[in-house]
Structures are given as structure tokens and as C-alpha cells.
């Protein structure tokens, strides 16, 4: 009869993501956690054994998942590149800025803590970083086919994003991504003149 | 006779520092600034009576100063901000693989957290980006007087440098700021043909 809800151990996940993607890894702790999911205080080690580190790692893996579908919907729905990132990099300033500038890049302030807190987490949210690369550097591949090293330029992309969003979130203002948005055009110029697009 | 040995305020900042440049805000205990500083119990709230995030604001301040000072060397001893970048971004791959990837931006790890720890350390940390882009966008101005709006091709430079240094960090490799040095040219180049340098 529970089908609507989602059952103990997705709750947790979800609500780790939640916490993870404001706060970070270290801020985040189990207690607040199952407090906030609602979940029965044994129910940590019962769904994951290898408590903290395992429920994050899962945790960034979904936001990972979610973001990506986000950024594959917004180049699917968009003529280029170009516009597709524009509407994203719209996207989070509005996400910002509805946020009191507390949700920025969801994966991007556990990456920079897991590389001294734990390497599985790191792992994780490297596997993230490259699913979106990948999107990416698909897309610029199908727009012009003979685009010399779209992994290269997908990479500087995805770093122009994660950069402005940093520069966004610390200064509590959008400047920084409409900057980054301004420069796609220098970015992306290049190739979009010299590329086969039909 | 101590005039050669820094002082004990001067050693707890600088042990912040460092402790914050490699780990963050958040882990980064006061039990572990005074040890590793063998500073007395009692000296932080003598030296910082508001405590944590204020030995905190003064520790970003001091690596946003530092840092700055390489900046600026780096801009000065090249013949334009291309290589003087260049230079930059290859200092920061090499301070990466030599410190098993936990040394990237001094800053960016506590400027994420600080969102949502302290509006105090995140103003600290957003001082800090200003006063590089600063840089930046003078020498900018110095190389093509004529540029149009310097601030913000600073503001996108800094956060293509930002996001590289997060990806590098994440996935333990200099691939995505050895990519960024060649993403300078394109962000560089229409202003460097159009540009009225000498």
C-alpha cells in the first residue's frame, strides 16, 4: 500500500542529496539525516553498511543522474549548443538566486572536500564530472562532425560552468555566470564558423 | 629575542591556512589549528574572540594574498596575460601532482561551504576572487587599451582557472587545466588581433 511513497532507503538518498548539495560533506551528519528523512535511527547501517561515505557516495551518483538528464533535455531542446548551454547557465542563476545563493553546482562543494575526506567520494563525483563532459562532447560532435577534439572543449566548458557558479555562489550575485555566458560565444566561436553544421 | 620565530597569532593563522587551503572549513577543527600550531589552549579566543570564523576570515585573507602575489609576478614577468596565465595554470599542475592532488584553490573549498556556514568568511572569500580579477582585468586593460569591458573577460578567465582547478582536483589528473591553457586562446583571441598592443 506504501507504493506512492518512497520506501526507507530512497528517502535517505534523497534527502542526503538534498543536504549534500547545500551544505557540502562535512556539514552534513548522519543524525540530521535520519532526522530529516524520517527514518528509524538503525535504519543507517541496515541500508548501508558502510555508513556516511556509502550514502554519499549514492547520493552524488543521483544528482549526478539528475543534473545530466537536465543538461541532456536542455541541448536537446535547443537549436546548438550554444543556446543549450545559455538556458542552463539561465537556469542555475535563476536556481540562485530563488535559492538566497545557497544551490549552485550540487556535486561541486563535495568533490573539493572528498579529495582530503574520502577517495570513494572523490571517485564518485569524478564519474559524474565525465558523464556530463560526455554529453557534452557528444553533442558538439553531432553538431559538427569534423570539430577537432570535442572532448577537449567539452572539458573547458563543463570548467567555465563549475567556475562561474563557484564565482556566483561566493559572490551572491549572477554576474559571473552572465560573463560565462557571454564568453561561450569565444568558446564555441571558433569551431561553430569552421564547423560542418547543417 | 623570539623576533626571528613568527608569533603565536601570526603561527595560528598561518596553520588555518594551510589546514583550510587542504581540507576546508567545516573539518578544519580548532583543537587542530592549536595543535599543529602548538599554540596554548586558552590563546584562540585570546587572539580571536569570535572564535573559528575569525581565525577563518584572516587565514583566507592571508592565502587570497599570497596567491595574489604569485598572480601578479606571474602577469609581470610575461610578455602578455596569455603566457602569464599559461604560466599560472601550469604552476597550479604541477602544486597538484606534487601534493597527491589535495592542493588546488587555496579558497574555492571554503568559499562553497561558506554559503551556508558563514556570511562573514563567504564576504572574506569573495573579496578575495575580486581582488584577482582585479589584477587581471588591469593588466588586461594595460595590454589592449582599447579592450571592451576587461572585467568581465577577468571574471570569465578567473572561472575557466576556478573550474579547471575543481575538475583537476575531482579527477586526480592535470588533463582539464592543461585544457583550459589551450581554452585561453580562444577566450584571448578575438581581443589579442583586435587589441592595440605594443
Known amino acids: 500500500m506504501a507504493s506512492a511513497k518512497p520506501d526507507t532507503r530512497e528517502r535517505m538518498v534523497g534527502t542526503a542529496a538534498r543536504l549534500l548539495a547545500t551544505q557540502g560533506y562535512h556539514a552534513t551528519g548522519v543524525a540530521q539525516v535520519l532526522e530529516q528523512s524520517e527514518s528509524p535511527r538503525g535504519s543507517l547501517y541496515f541500508h548501508f553498511p558502510e555508513g556516511k561515505e556509502q550514502i554519499a557516495e549514492e547520493a552524488i551518483r543521483q544528482l549526478g543522474r539528475q543534473l545530466g538528464d537536465v543538461l541532456r533535455a536542455k541541448l536537446d531542446k535547443k537549436p546548438d549548443v550554444r543556446s543549450g548551454l545559455g538556458s542552463l547557465l539561465r537556469m542555475f542563476a535563476r536556481q540562485l ?4 545563493f545557497q544551490l549552485g553546482c550540487p556535486v561541486a562543494t563535495v568533490a573539493l572536500e572528498a579529495a582530503s575526506a574520502s577517495p570513494g567520494l572523490r571517485r564518485a563525483c569524478d564519474e559524474v564530472f565525465t558523464s556530463w563532459e560526455g554529453y557534452l562532447a557528444e553533442r558538439l560532435r553531432r553538431e559538427s562532425p569534423r570539430r577537432a577534439e570535442p572532448e577537449r572543449l567539452a572539458r ?3 570548467a567555465i560552468l563549475e567556475g562561474a557558479l563557484l564565482l556566483s555562489k561566493t559572490r551572491a550575485s549572477t554576474e559571473p555566470l552572465r560573463d560565462a ?3 561561450l560565444d569565444a568558446l564555441l566561436g571558433d569551431e561553430r564558423t569552421s564547423g560542418s553544421r547543417t
Chains 1, 2 share one sequence.
Open 156 to 158: 573547458s566548458l563543463l
Open 97 to 100: 538566486e530563488s535559492s538566497a
Open 181 to 183: 555566458e557571454l564568453s
